[in-house]
C-alpha cells in the first residue's frame, strides 16, 4: 500500500465523486466498486503497517493494521458492500453519499492509531449516519435524528476532552491499552460507552435505529456500535468493571424486546443485548475472550444485517413491521423467510450457524476465568435471544395469525444481498477456522465439542419448549396479545395480573420521569428565551445612556481592582 | 526597490492615507474602486513582506522625519503587530472587490466616492494603530478609523434607517472609549513625560506602586475594552454590525476588534508590565470572567435571533471572549492562542458577513425565516456560510479548531480544568446557532415561489477566497501557530522594546 492511499480516503473519495456519476445502474455499480476496492487494498496490506502524520508538532497514526484493527476493518467493508447491494434499487444521492461516508469513517476509526485521528473519524461517523435517518423525511424522523446526532457528537466531545486530559496526565496521543487510573481515560471510557449504548446510555439506539430508511437501517446497524466495540477491545481489554456492564446488557434488553411490537426495535434491543456479550468478553480481556469478542462481532455483524435485511424487505413490501400487523408471509416472501430463519438461527446460536462458533468463545472464555455468576446470566440471555431473535421475529412476521398480506417476494438485489449474508452466516459455523485464522490471537479453540453443542441444543430446546407451552397456554406477556388484538382479548384476563401490574407500574413512573425531564427541561428553555431571547433582558434594545452606565461601572471597577490591591 | 523596503513602515499607512483625498478628487466612482483597491494591496504586500522580516523575531523600527525617539515619532513592528498588520490589510483587499458591486444596492450612488474615501481612512486609522510605536499616535489613528467607521456605518441608512441611530450609539459610546483612552495617557504622560512606547516602559518599570499610573492602566483598558466589546461594553457592536452595509460589516467584524485587542495587548505587555501586581489583579477579576460571561452570554443570545447579521455579530461577541480568555490566562500559550484567534477569527467572520451579504442583495432581507430553503437556490453561498460556521464552532479541519485547540491547550497548561470544560460548552452553543443557520437554508421548505440566482461571481469569488483561507488554515496550522508563537513571545518576552533594526533614515539625536 502506498503511503497515502488509505482505505477510508477511498470511500471518501467515492462520497465526493458520488453525485457527479449520472444516478442510476451506472452509480449503483460505482457504490459497489468502492468496498471492493477499500477490501482489496485491506487484503495487500501487510499486518504492521503505519502511516504517520504530523500535527501541531505531534506525530499521529493515521493508519495502523494490526489484526484486531484488520478484523474489524475488514467486516466493516464486507459489511459496506453487502448492504449497498441490499440498497442497489435506493436512488437518493443523500442516503448513499451518506452510506459511504460513514462506512468509511467507521473503517477510518478503525485503522486510526493515535486519539485525534480516531475523533476525527469519529464524529465522521456520526455526522455522516444521522442522514440515513434524516432521508425518510418525515418530521419525526427529523427529531428522531437530531437526539440521536447530539448525543454522538456529546460522545465524540467527550472523547476529544478525554485525549486532552490523557495527553495532559500521560503525554501520550497513542490509541493503545488504557489503564483507568486517570481522568482521562474514564472520560474515553464514557464516549466509548456512549456508542456502545452500555445500559443508561443506551437510549439512543433503540431511539434511532427503527427511525431510519428501510436500508438505513442495515447500514446503521452494522458501524457505530462495532466500532466502540472494537475502540473498548482495543483501550479497554481485561477492564473488570465491564464484565458487570456487559452482562446488564445482555440482560435487561430482553424484557424490552419481548414486549415490544415494532419487529425493528426488537432487533435494536436484540442488538444491544449482542454487545453485551461482546462488552463481557472485553472485560474478561483473556487472549481467548478477545478472540470471542472478535469473532462475534464479525458473526454479529452478518447475522444482524441479515435480519434487519429481512424484515426491512418485508418492510419495503408490506409498509409495516409491526409484529400486530404481519404473519403469514410466507406463503409469498419464501426466499425472504429462509434468510431470515437463517439469520435468527445464527442469532440463537444454533450449532453450524455463525453465532454459535462465536458466542461460545466468549462463554468459555468467562467460565475457564472462573465468572461463575456472569456465565450463568450469558446462558439465560442466550435463551432470551432465542426466545425473541430466534423465534419470535421470523414467527410474527412469517408465520403466526395470517395477516392476509400477500406481498411480492423481495427485489432481487435484496435477495442477492442476503444470500450472499446467509450464505457468509453458514459458512462461518461450517467452516470457523478460517474466521479463527484472522483473530487477534493464535488460540487453539474447537466449539464443536460435544459438550457444548449438547449443552446449546439442551438451552435451545428448553427455551422452544418454553415458548410453545407459553404460548399454548397463553401465559404469554401480555404485550404480544396485542398482535392477535380482534380474537385473543380474552386471553388477557387470564394473563397474570402481576405482570400486568409491574409493567403498568414501570410504564407509569418511565412515564412521570419523561414528563417531568420534559417539563423542567422546556421550563428552563423559557426561562432561557426570557432572559436571552431578542425581547429578553440580555439582548433587548437599550438607551445609549444604560450602555453608557455599564462603561462607568466597569471603570469603576477596573479602578478598584487597581488602586486598592484587591488580592 | 531599496527604498520601498527601507520605508516600507511608513509606505503601509502613507498610500492608504494618500488614497483617501485622491478617491474624493477624483470623484469617479470606477477610479475610486481602482486607487483604493491598489492602496489596499500595496499595503498587503507591505504588511506581508514585514511579516517574513520579523517572523523569527526580530524588530523593525522607524524614525519618523528622521526624528530619533523618543522625541520623535517612532512605527515598530514585531511579530505582534505585523500580523495584525497583515490581518488588516487581507481583510481589506479581499472586501474591497466585494464592496464595488455590494454597494451599488445599498449605497446611493453619488455616495460611492465617499464610501472609498471614508473606506480608506477607516483602513488607514487601522493600520496605523497596529503600526506606531508611540502612544498618542494609536489615539490619532484610532480617531482617524473611528470617525470614517460612524460614517461608513451610517451609509447603511440608504437601506435600513436604523443604521442612523446605531450609528449614533457607537459615536456617542466610541467617543467615550476614546476619552477614557486619552485621559489614560495623559495621566501616563504626566508620570512619565514621554509618550514613546519603548521609552515609556523604561520609564513606569519603577512606578507600579504609583496611583496614577494605576489610574491611567484602568483608563486605558476600559476605554479600550469598549473598542474590543468587551462583554458589557458589547452595545454598540451589533447594532454597527448588522445596519452598517454588507461588505462594512463583514471589514468590520474581521479588523476593527481586532485591532482593539492588540492595542490592550500592547500596553499591557509592551507599555506596562506584565510584572506588575495590578495588571494581575485586573486580568483575572475583569477580563476573566466577563470572557466566560461573553462566551454564554453572547452565544446564546445568537440562538434567539432572527436577523442573521445580528446572529453573527453576537456570535462575534462570544468570540472575542474566547480572545480575551487568552489574554486572561497571562501565559505565553494563552497569548499564542489569542493571536491565531485574531487571524482565524478575522477570516472566519469576513467570509460569513459576506455570504450572508449576498444573500442579502439577492432576497433583500437579512432575516432567517425569509432564507428558508436557499440552500437549493444559492448553493455556493450557502455553503460558504456552513464552511464558516464549522470554524465558528471549531470543527477540525476549519481554522477556528486550531485555535480552539491552542486555547484548550493553554487552559490546560495552567492546570484550569474547569475553563477548559467551559470553552468546549460553549462552543456547543455555536453548535445551536450555526444549525440554525443550516436547518433553515437547507432543511426548511422554501416559502416563497420567486426563484433566486446564485449570488454573482464579484461577491461568491472574495467569499470564497476568505472560505478557502479557513479551511486552509485549518489544515496547514503551523504557518499562523509559529507567527502567533512569536508575536506573543514578542508581547510577554518584552521583544518589542529591545534591539530594532532602523530602517529608512537613521535618526538625528
Redesign the interface.
Given at each position: 500500500m502506498s503511503e497515502w492511499l488509505h482505505p477510508a480516503l477511498i470511500y471518501l473519495a467515492g462520497a465526493a465523486l458520488l453525485p457527479f456519476v449520472p444516478n442510476g445502474k451506472l452509480r449503483a455499480f460505482a457504490l459497489l466498486l468502492v468496498p471492493l476496492i477499500g477490501t482489496a487494498l485491506l487484503l495487500t496490506t501487510p499486518y504492521g503497517t503505519t502511516t504517520e502524520y504530523n500535527?501541531?508538532g505531534e506525530t499521529l497514526t493515521a493508519f495502523r493494521l494490526d489484526r484486531l484493527s484488520f478484523v474489524f476493518s475488514l467486516i466493516f467493508s464486507v459489511a459496506a458492500f453487502l448492504s449497498l447491494l441490499y440498497a442497489w434499487h435506493v436512488r437518493d444521492t443523500m442516503q448513499q453519499v451518506a452510506a459511504l461516508a460513514y462506512s468509511g469513517s467507521a473503517i477510518g476509526a478503525v485503522l486510526a492509531g493515535d486519539l485525534i485521528t480516531l475523533?476525527?473519524w469519529w464524529?465522521g461517523t456520526a455526522i455522516a449516519s444521522v442522514f440515513l435517518i434524516?432521508a425518510r423525511r418525515t418530521e419525526g424522523s427529523?427529531h428522531t435524528g437530531m437526539r440521536y446526532l447530539i448525543i454522538q457528537?456529546a460522545s465524540g466531545?467527550v472523547l476529544?476532552?478525554g485525549a486532552?486530559?490523557h495527553y495532559?496526565e500521560t503525554g501520550s496521543l497513542a490509541f493503545d491499552a488504557f489503564s483507568l487510573d486517570g481522568t482521562g481515560a474514564w472520560l474515553i471510557l464514557l464516549a466509548f460507552g456512549i456508542k456502545c449504548a452500555f445500559p443508561l446510555l443506551h437510549n439512543w439506539l433503540q431511539d434511532s435505529y427503527p427511525a431510519a430508511t428501510i436500508t438505513g437501517t442495515v447500514v446503521l446497524s452494522a458501524f457505530t456500535t462495532k466500532l466502540a466495540i472494537y475502540a473498548l477491545a482495543r483501550g479497554f481489554a481485561g477492564t473488570d468493571i465491564l464484565i458487570p456492564i456487559g452482562a446488564t446488557m445482555t440482560l435487561f434488553p430482553i424484557f424490552f424486546a419481548v414486549i415490544e411490537n415494532d419487529l425493528r426495535r426488537v432487533l435494536t434491543y436484540s442488538l444491544n443485548n449482542q454487545l453485551g456479550f461482546m462488552v463481557v468478553g472485553i472485560g474478561v480481556g483473556s487472549e481467548l475472550a478477545i478472540n470471542g469478542t472478535a469473532a462475534h462481532a464479525f458473526s454479529h455483524i452478518l447475522y444482524k444485517s441479515l435480519l434487519f435485511m429481512s424484515v426491512g424487505a418485508v418492510l419495503f413490501r408490506t409498509g409495516t413491521a409491526k409484529g400486530s400487523d404481519l404473519g403469514g408471509l410466507y406463503k409469498t416472501m419464501p426466499y425472504t423467510m429462509i434468510f431470515c430463519v437463517i439469520g435468527a438461527a445464527s442469532i440463537s446460536a444454533f450449532p453450524l450457524f455463525s453465532g454459535f462458533i462465536s458466542k461460545s468463545m466468549i462463554l468459555s472464555a468467562a467460565a475457564k476465568d472462573g465468572h461463575f455468576v456472569v456465565w450463568m446470566i450469558l446462558l439465560f440471555a442466550s435463551a432470551g435471544v432465542f426466545h425473541h431473535s430466534g423465534i419470535k421475529i421470523p414467527y410474527f412476521a412469517f408465520f403466526a395469525h395470517d395477516s392476509g398480506k400477500r406481498p411480492a417476494e423481495a427485489p432481487w438485489n435484496m435477495l442477492l444481498a442476503m444470500g450472499l449474508t446467509a450464505f457468509l452466516c453458514i459458512a462461518i459455523g461450517v467452516w470457523p477456522n478460517a474466521l479463527y485464522g484472522i483473530l487477534p490471537f493464535d488460540v487453539k479453540y474447537n466449539p464443536y465439542t460435544t459438550t457444548h453443542v449438547i449443552t446449546q441444543f439442551q438451552l435451545l430446546f428448553f427455551s422452544a419448549i418454553a415458548f410453545g407451552t407459553l404460548m399454548r397456554t397463553g401465559i404469554y406477556p401480555p404485550e404480544l396479545l396485542s398482535i392477535n388484538l380482534d380474537t385473543d382479548w380474552t386471553y388477557r384476563k387470564i394473563a397474570p395480573a402481576v405482570s400486568g401490574f409491574v409493567i403498568m407500574l414501570v410504564s407509569a413512573i418511565w412515564e412521570e420521569l419523561k414528563r417531568g425531564v420534559s417539563f423542567g427541561l422546556s421550563a428552563g428553555l423559557s426561562a432561557?428565551?426570557d432572559?436571552?431571547?431578542?425581547k429578553?433582558r440580555?439582548?433587548g434594545v437599550?438607551p445609549?445612556g444604560?450602555?453608557?452606565l455599564?462603561?462607568a461601572?466597569?471603570?469603576g471597577?477596573?479602578?478598584a481592582?487597581?488602586?486598592f490591591?484587591?488580592? | 526597490m531599496s527604498a520601498l523596503v527601507n520605508h516600507s513602515l511608513i509606505l503601509v499607512v502613507l498610500i492608504p492615507l494618500l488614497a483617501a483625498p485622491l478617491c474624493m478628487l477624483f470623484g469617479n466612482r470606477a477610479v475610486a474602486f481602482w486607487i483604493s483597491f491598489f492602496a489596499s494591496l500595496f499595503a498587503l504586500i507591505l504588511s506581508l513582506h514585514l511579516l517574513l522580516m520579523v517572523i523569527d523575531g526580530d524588530v523593525l523600527s522607524y524614525h519618523l522625519g528622521g526624528w530619533a525617539p523618543p522625541l520623535g515619532i517612532e512605527y515598530r513592528v514585531d511579530a505582534a503587530n505585523a500580523l495584525v498588520l497583515l490581518i488588516v490589510s487581507a481583510i481589506s483587499t479581499v472586501v474591497l472587490p466585494y464592496a464595488r458591486v455590494s454597494i451599488k444596492d445599498e449605497i446611493a450612488e453619488h455616495h460611492h466616492t465617499l464610501f472609498f474615501a471614508c473606506y480608506m481612512l477607516c483602513f488607514t486609522g487601522l493600520l496605523g494603530v497596529a503600526i506606531t510605536g508611540d502612544a498618542f499616535n494609536v489615539f490619532v489613528f484610532l480617531e482617524i478609523s473611528s470617525l470614517s467607521t460612524y460614517v461608513l456605518v451610517a451609509l447603511g441608512a440608504n437601506k435600513d434607517k436604523r443604521a442612523l441611530s446605531a450609528a449614533?450609539?457607537y459615536l456617542?459610546?466610541g467617543t467615550?472609549?476614546a476619552t477614557?483612552f486619552v485621559i489614560g495617557l495623559g495621566l501616563i504622560y504626566m508620570s512619565t513625560g514621554t509618550l514613546n512606547m519603548v521609552d515609556l516602559s523604561q520609564r513606569l518599570a519603577p512606578l507600579e506602586d504609583n496611583?496614577t499610573v494605576?489610574?491611567a492602566?484602568?483608563?486605558i483598558?476600559?476605554g479600550m475594552?469598549?473598542k474590543i466589546a468587551?462583554y458589557?461594553?458589547h452595545?454598540?457592536l451589533p447594532g454597527a454590525y448588522t445596519y452598517a452595509p454588507s461588505a462594512i460589516s463583514a471589514f468590520l467584524a474581521a479588523t476593527a476588534t481586532k485591532v482593539a485587542i492588540y492595542v490592550v495587548l500592547r500596553f499591557m505587555f509592551s507599555v506596562f508590565s506584565a510584572k506588575f501586581?495590578?495588571e494581575?489583579?485586573?486580568v483575572?477579576?475583569?477580563f476573566f470572567p466577563f470572557a466566560i460571561i461573553a462566551m454564554f452570554?453572547a452565544s446564546?443570545?445568537a440562538?434567539?435571533?432572527?436577523n442573521l447579521k445580528r446572529l453573527l455579530a453576537?456570535s462575534s461577541i462570544a468570540q472575542i471572549g474566547y480572545m480575551l480568555l487568552g489574554v486572561a490566562l497571562f501565559s505565553s500559550a494563552g497569548l499564542t492562542a489569542t493571536m491565531a484567534h485574531l487571524f482565524n477569527h478575522a477570516i472566519t467572520k469576513g467570509a460569513m458577513f459576506m455570504a450572508v451579504g449576498a444573500i442579502i442583495m439577492r432576497i433583500g432581507s437579512p432575516l432567517l425565516p425569509k432564507m428558508a430553503g436557499l440552500g437549493r437556490q444559492m448553493p455556493w453561498t450557502s455553503a460558504a456560510i456552513v464552511l464558516g460556521g464549522l470554524s465558528l464552532i471549531g470543527?477540525?479541519?476549519t481554522a477556528g479548531f486550531v485555535s480552539k485547540?491552542l486555547l484548550?491547550?493553554a487552559a490546560?497548561q495552567q492546570g484550569y480544568?474547569f475553563i477548559?470544560?467551559l470553552i468546549?460548552a460553549s462552543?456547543?452553543l455555536a453548535?445551536i446557532y450555526v444549525w440554525k443557520c443550516v436547518e433553515t437554508l437547507y432543511?426548511t421548505p422554501s416559502t416563497s415561489n420567486v426563484a433566486v440566482a446564485e449570488a454573482p461571481l464579484s461577491l461568491l469569488v472574495p467569499t470564497y477566497v476568505l472560505v478557502i483561507a479557513t479551511i486552509w488554515f485549518g489544515l496547514d496550522?503551523?504557518t499562523i501557530?509559529v507567527a502567533s508563537q512569536t508575536a506573543a513571545e514578542s508581547l510577554i518576552g518584552g521583544g518589542y522594546g529591545g534591539e530594532a533594526t532602523v530602517m529608512g533614515v537613521e535618526g538625528r539625536k
Open positions: 500535527l501541531f475523533f476525527v464524529e434524516w427529523y457528537i466531545v476529544l476532552a486532552v486530559v495532559r432561557l428565551a432572559t436571552f431571547g431578542p429578553g440580555f439582548a437599550q445609549t444604560t450602555m453608557v455599564w462603561l461601572i466597569l471603570l471597577a477596573a479602578l481592582v487597581n488602586l490591591n484587591i488580592s | 449614533y450609539d456617542i459610546l467615550i472609549g477614557f496611583k494605576r489610574t492602566f484602568a483608563f483598558v476600559i475594552g469598549l468587551i458589557p461594553l452595545r454598540w501586581g495590578f494581575l489583579d485586573t483575572r477579576l475583569i452570554a446564546l443570545i440562538v434567539y435571533q432572527v453576537y470543527v477540525p479541519g485547540w484548550l491547550t490546560f480544568w477548559a470544560l468546549v462552543s456547543l453548535v432543511l496550522a503551523s501557530t
